[in-house]
């Protein structure tokens, strides 16, 4: 039995320890918002937030979630800075096919939570561990400079 | 929450709530030597039969491959008798009178008694014959002549049981067995004189194992594992990694998967008692702070390549934010100069099948140029370790080419 | 319902485009050719585009409900292009409601209604969804206003030329006022109008402008749906693994019980080259996966690799092939030229890689067979699918889907066959989701090609003839079954045979050599990228052989195509390329003509150590015709360059004992925002009918990032990946 935290709510689940949260998110709890996109931490579709902080649920046990509070991209716009990056990501119309965004969205409002007036550098530092095909990278900098510099 | 998903989860947590691992019947003994012993590790190929061999090792003096232990009668070793069982592992000498190098660990496992030895073949003999030959050895001059290993053996080998000290615990005696005997981790971790054998006066003071650095687990709190508490051992042979102490990559990933992982937690604390009691040898690489060295984080290729690859499970300040295995502050591994263990994990990656996702690391030598691979290492070695390490674009293609299976 | 998709009329995307011998009259040139007419018509014969619910009145594109409500039936799927906002636009345009009014909804495969005739089939692909839809959808959407008003005007007994329409309502002479909704029922009873005149340019309210598109406000908060996150009732998750070796088939199955014992384990399905689990969550079937103990017979294929492969087809490409175009006189040439220069480029397999892998829910039951997936082409799939579970056509049901990533990929059906395959097996409805491994391992690959060049060269070294062999897998004979009687694939040779350079005496030779057993498929870019990629290089290798500025040679040689030349001019002025880099740096060029489209490319960067690139500037001119939605030109121009400059980075697929050697993201790296610099997109201003532009950003961007490598360090590397020889991003 996993207690876990989830955007505020607390949930009894009976799931092996060592299922990835990813998996309890979309196939046992029905919130697909998080992707899959390679199960080895090398894409970013997955990122949720643990604690405030940018993780890959994809290779995260749900067991080392037990009691800590997980954030996904359901909830992520209930913080302002969530929905300030949301709104900016319209703005600059970011979205191409939009698979990898709820991950790019995650990992930015980690990045803006902790650095709220994030430069450049910073900016690629944090996104360069979240893949796009699409290749949207020049208009999530641009969304990104667009709350750091607001 | 809708009704179809809490049907899936009711679903999934019924079927959770059977634990497939514990389903497992408790192992008799000789399969549980067997795993001390860690058999498999070499009789096997990747992806063939468990204990049907033909396991290349590569050595300075030619190729050798591990035999079929499986009771097949024409290829295996169906037709041996226990006397002859037991001399091959006491005496490393096989079936047919030829001697056996010491890839083979008989050096260690002599100090197994009759009775265990034959429960080993008990355990061999219960499984699936395979007919599966094993490619012949390719062996040098001289050595390729087997008979010279008499003098070796007459030299370097024991052949002698162990012998429990009274003076010590039973547990301090049962660590003891274990790591000489069927553990046979000084084989690894015992640097080896020029003739290739272990060297007594420098036991478990750490060794190069081709691409990889087993590091000295004697008792020296700066060199070896005299600092880590027992829990740290015992989680560190359990489960591959000891939160700020180790990782176990490479070939002691592959003993933790193969064969650690299942001894009882008596056993493997019974084995950190042991160690800790072992002669301080203070050689090898110290183990690191903590600190983090923020000068480190400058614009570059490695730690673009850290960011780009690294970061989501090491996190920038090495704590393995995702999970405790990804920790990389406080490793010998990031404190060693030449970075080898860094190198070979970035080469070779780090999957052993029964580990949680969250200790999976993939391999970045397809995709990633020598360049990149030495700029990380570097970064690396740099950012979490002390010792203003470096590893170079030559050193890693050096250690793409060989690897040691 | 449907026309079925018979593989013989599923044409090629682009092999008939211009007049190929198997569709036959389909000329580029004729914009409006006759099947859009016809689907067109069958939109307004049925009084469909006005109807209410009910089944009969489902209109082809538009449809208005009693409330007013428009919705759209979309021919094309979004797949991050930003199309469906775009064809959504220009019926608002066109019918006269706010954007926001508007619903999308996906068209089911129906071939009558749906055909892009461009394609000669119903599929998003190819850079063509907005030049097909052009004027068939605002015709749509005029026609529908056009009866609303006369409904109206009826009404109130007025003439029609009295009233107008505006924000969803028709307004009256005296001010009256009725909303589409109310005036439904009485204008799906008119006749159609014979003839529908268009808004010109200038009286354009919503197009031209930039518009946010409508799909996006669902993908920054995680409701909107992909296939994978479909949920159907009583639906368990599938997997698969499939035998490693290409070709390879299932033998047996051992240790189930192993599997079985996996939390949450259903089923276990055999297949003919693969194994498939069930279960309530993706993560036990990989689990029951790897318990399985598997045989399989690898097949014929065990021994094929990369370097037989390569050679194979090295050594096919000096053969003769077949003409595919002749103009003038190349044997003259070459032979009273005063020199020649000789070159061959080669360009790897590629996998396509959307970051959604292949996934289709699937439902086989007695009666039916339906199908959620996100598919470029449902036609195929539909006609496809049918045969697997053994019923006719129109019992499969296809519901498409956003989808997550395309790039060519989901113009193939293998794995919504797959999907079928097990589904039928079953008693209950499945997700069949690939895991990335088997995604990259059995993906359909964009072919490994070789062009060889050869060009005669005047005394000022300016090609007064041109040779090139063009030799890879035909991707047409992959996708149709077979080409056309002249033995040509249309897609590989398009651009190649009609470039923009004015070449008097021009011979392409088309070898086909497909490889042994490895699948191939349409890649973002297509036969287009292959070709530009080879001359763009080629054309920068002769400006350096005569030591002329290679925009300046380009552009003599281009006196003919005044599109291509202002692209290219206007490229060169945004990087100041007459501004000397100094020594290390370099800046690369390459422009071309594709999809309707012409674009210019302009990599900057710098040479760091031996092998370290730093890319420092990315210039791209657009002149895509009049820009729908400037923003989503924009887009597709950024993401575009990126995409093309990441495969010519990084990526091939490499064989060893016939298994794909590249398994996930660690072995197929891609771009990242820390390899590159922001895209400066430049969209020319431009009244000419639209071009495309899906595929158009990735078309130039390898050519112009090897010409760049050559002027920053001198040396010329012609085959591609780039990484393939120790490059790496800095």
Redesign the interface.
């Known amino acids: 039995m996993q207690k876990l935290m989830i955007n505020g709510q607390e949930h009894d689940l009976d799931v092996a320890d060592d299922m990835p949260l990813l998996w309890v998110l979309r196939d046992v709890m029905g919130l697909t918002g998080t992707k899959y996109g390679c199960g080895i931490a090398q894409c970013g579709v997955c990122t949720v937030h643990l604690d405030g902080q940018a993780v890959r649920s994809c290779v995260l046990p749900v067991s080392a979630v037990a009691g800590r509070k997980v954030t996904t991209i359901e909830a992520v716009g209930e913080q302002a800075v969530g929905q300030a990056v949301q709104k900016a990501w319209l703005d600059h119309e970011v979205v191409q096919c939009g698979y990898c965004q709820s991950g790019q969205i995650m990992s930015a409002v980690a990045l803006l939570q902790e650095h709220p007036k994030a430069n450049d550098e910073q900016i690629v530092n944090a996104m360069s561990g979240n893949l796009c095909r699409c290749a949207t990278y020049t208009r999530i900098r641009a969304a990104i400079k667009s709350v750091s510099q607001a | 929450m809708n009704v179809f998903n809490t049907a899936l989860g009711l679903v999934a947590g019924l079927l959770a709530s059977t634990v497939y691992a514990s389903d497992t019947p408790a192992m008799s003994k000789g399969e549980y030597l067997t795993r001390a012993a860690d058999c498999v590790a070499c009789h096997v190929v990747p992806g063939g039969k468990p204990y049907a061999g033909g396991l290349e090792f590569k050595l300075p003096f030619g190729s050798l491959y591990s035999p079929n232990i499986t009771p097949d009668k024409e290829t295996g070793i169906g037709n041996w008798t226990d006397d002859e069982f037991v001399d091959a592992l006491q005496k490393g000498v096989g079936k047919d009178g030829k001697h056996y190098y010491p890839a083979f660990p008989y050096t260690s496992y002599t100090q197994m008694s009759r009775e265990d030895i034959l429960a080993i073949k008990g355990y061999l003999f219960s499984l699936e014959p395979v007919k599966q030959m094993p490619p012949e050895n390719k062996i040098s001059f001289p050595f390729n002549q087997r008979w010279g290993m008499m003098f070796w053996n007459a030299i370097f080998a024991s052949n002698e049981r162990f012998v429990p000290d009274s003076k010590q615990s039973a547990e301090w005696n049962r660590g003891a067995y274990l790591v000489q005997g069927p553990g046979h981790c000084g084989e690894c971790h015992t640097p080896r004189n020029i003739f290739q054998a272990m060297s007594t006066g420098n036991s478990l003071a750490g060794a190069e194992l081709g691409n990889w650095m087993a590091y000295n687990i004697s008792s020296d709190a700066k060199y070896g594992i005299g600092a880590w508490p027992d829990d740290a051992i015992v989680s560190y042979l359990s489960k591959g990694y000891a939160a700020g102490f180790g990782g176990a990559g490479g070939p002691m990933g592959d003993a933790v998967e193969h064969s650690l992982r299942y001894l009882d937690p008596a056993d493997l604390k019974a084995i950190a008692v042991y160690l800790k009691s072992t002669p301080a040898r203070s050689e090898g690489i110290p183990r690191p702070s903590m600190a983090v060295n923020d000068s480190a984080l400058q614009k570059g290729l490695g730690q673009k390549l850290f960011n780009d690859t690294c970061v989501a499970c090491h996190q920038i300040d090495g704590s393995g934010r995702q999970s405790p295995a990804g920790g990389l502050a406080g490793l010998k591994t990031v404190n060693d100069p030449k970075g080898r263990n860094v190198m070979a994990t970035l080469l070779e990656g780090h999957t052993p099948t029964a580990a949680q996702v969250d200790q999976r690391m993939p391999d970045f030598a397809r995709s990633y140029s020598d360049a990149e691979l030495a700029a990380v290492s570097t970064f690396v070695l740099r950012r979490f370790g002390q010792s203003d390490g470096e590893v170079k674009a030559e050193d890693v293609a050096k250690n793409r080419a060989s690897a040691l299976h | 319902m449907s026309e079925s998709q018979t593989p013989a009329a599923m044409l090629s995307r682009r092999g008939l485009l211009k007049g190929s011998a198997l569709l036959g009259g389909l000329v580029i040139g004729t914009y409006l050719p006759a099947s859009v007419t016809r689907s067109f018509a069958a939109d307004l014969v049925k009084g469909a585009s006005l109807g209410d619910n009910a089944e009969q009145g489902y209109g082809a594109f538009v449809r208005i409900d009693h409330s007013g409500a428009v919705t759209l039936i979309s021919p094309k799927i979004e797949?991050?292009?930003?199309v469906q906002t775009g064809i959504a636009m220009m019926v608002a345009e066109e019918l006269e409601v706010p954007l926001s009014q508007i619903t999308i909804t996906e068209a089911p495969p129906n071939a009558a209604l749906y055909t892009d005739a461009l394609l000669s089939f119903q599929a998003t692909g190819g850079s063509t969804s907005t030049r097909y839809s052009w004027e068939p959808l605002r015709k749509a959407g005029a026609g529908a206003r056009i009866v609303l008003i006369q409904a109206a005007a009826m009404r109130w007994k007025v003439a029609p030329s009295q009233c107008h329409a505006e924000n969803g309502r028709v307004i009256g002479p005296n001010g009256q006022s009725a909303g589409y909704g109310e005036l439904v029922d009485a204008a799906a009873k008119l006749p159609l109008p014979t003839e529908i005149p268009l808004k010109a340019v200038s009286e354009f309210k919503l197009l031209g402008k930039?518009v946010?598109?409508l799909?996006?406000?669902n993908?920054?908060?995680?409701?909107?749906?992909?296939t994978?996150?479909l949920?159907v009732?009583?639906?368990l998750?599938a997997s698969t693994l499939t035998c490693p070796v290409h070709g390879g088939t299932l033998r047996g199955v051992k240790n189930e019980d192993?599997a079985r014992?996996?939390?949450?384990?259903r089923d276990i399905v055999r297949l003919n080259n693969a194994v498939a689990v069930t279960a309530?969550?993706?993560?036990?079937c990989q689990q029951a996966l790897?318990a399985l103990d598997i045989d399989w017979d690898l097949g014929p294929h065990a021994g094929l690799n990369s370097a037989q492969l390569d050679k194979s087809l090295f050594d096919a490409s000096a053969g003769d092939g077949v003409f595919a175009h002749q103009s003038g006189d190349i044997a003259g040439a070459l032979k009273n030229a005063s020199s020649r220069f000789e070159a061959i480029y080669e360009q790897p397999f590629l996998s396509h890689?959307?970051?959604?892998?292949m996934t289709c829910v699937a439902h086989v039951r007695a009666d039916a067979c339906e199908l959620w997936v996100g598919c470029q082409a449902p036609g195929m799939a539909q006609a496809g699918a049918a045969k697997v579970c053994g019923m006719p056509v129109e019992k499969v049901v296809i519901h498409n889907q956003?989808?997550?990533?395309?790039?060519g990929r989901r113009l193939e059906s293998d794995f919504i066959f797959q999907a079928v395959d097990i589904a039928r097996q079953l008693s209950y409805p499945i997700k069949l989701?690939w895991?990335?491994e088997e995604d990259m391992t059995h993906d359909r690959y964009r072919p490994h090609y070789v062009d060889r060049l050869n060009a005669a060269l005047d005394k000022d070294l300016r090609p007064v003839g041109w040779e090139h062999r063009i030799a890879g897998a035909s991707v047409v004979a992959a996708y149709i079954g077979a080409l056309p009687a002249d033995g040509v694939d249309g897609d590989a040779v398009e651009v190649a045979k009609d470039p923009i350079y004015t070449l008097p005496n021009l011979q392409v030779r088309y070898i086909r050599h497909d490889p042994e057993v490895i699948p191939v498929s349409w890649w973002r870019g297509v036969g287009p990228l292959r070709s530009t990629y080879a001359i763009e290089c080629f054309i920068d290798e002769l400006a350096h052989n005569a030591k002329v500025d290679p925009v300046k040679y380009r552009l003599a040689l281009m006196q003919s195509q005044p599109r291509a030349q202002a692209v290219l001019t206007k490229a060169a002025q945004l990087v100041e390329w007459d501004k000397p880099l100094p020594a290390g740096s370099g800046r690369g060029v390459a422009v071309t003509a594709v999809f309707g489209s012409f674009v210019a490319t302009i990599v900057e960067l710098e040479k760091q150590?031996?092998?370290?690139l730093r890319i420092k500037r990315l210039v791209t001119v657009i002149d895509c015709g009049f820009a729908t939605n400037p923003?989503?030109v924009a887009?597709?121009m950024?993401?575009?360059?990126?995409?093309g400059l990441?495969a010519a980075l990084?990526n091939e697929i490499l064989i060893e004992k016939g298994q794909v050697?590249?398994t996930?993201?660690?072995?197929?790296?891609?771009?990242?925002?820390?390899d590159?610099p922001?895209?400066e997109v430049h969209i020319v201003d431009s009244v000419e009918t639209p071009g495309g532009v899906g595929e158009t950003g990735a078309v130039p961007a390898a050519a112009a990032l090897v010409n760049a490598v050559y002027a920053a360090t001198g040396v010329r590397e012609r085959r591609l990946p780039l990484?393939r020889f120790?490059?790496?991003t800095?």
């Open positions: 797949m991050g292009q930003g930039p946010q598109r799909d996006t406000p993908k920054v908060n995680g409701t909107a749906k992909f994978i996150d949920q009732p009583g639906m998750i192993a014992k996996v939390p949450g384990v309530s969550n993706f993560w036990s790897k890689s959307p970051l959604e892998p956003l989808i997550g990533g395309g790039f989701i895991s990335r150590g031996e092998k370290g923003t989503s887009s597709q950024e993401g575009g360059t990126l995409f990441s990084f050697q590249q996930n993201f660690h072995e197929y790296r891609q771009i990242r925002m820390s590159a922001p895209v990484s120790g490059y790496f800095v």
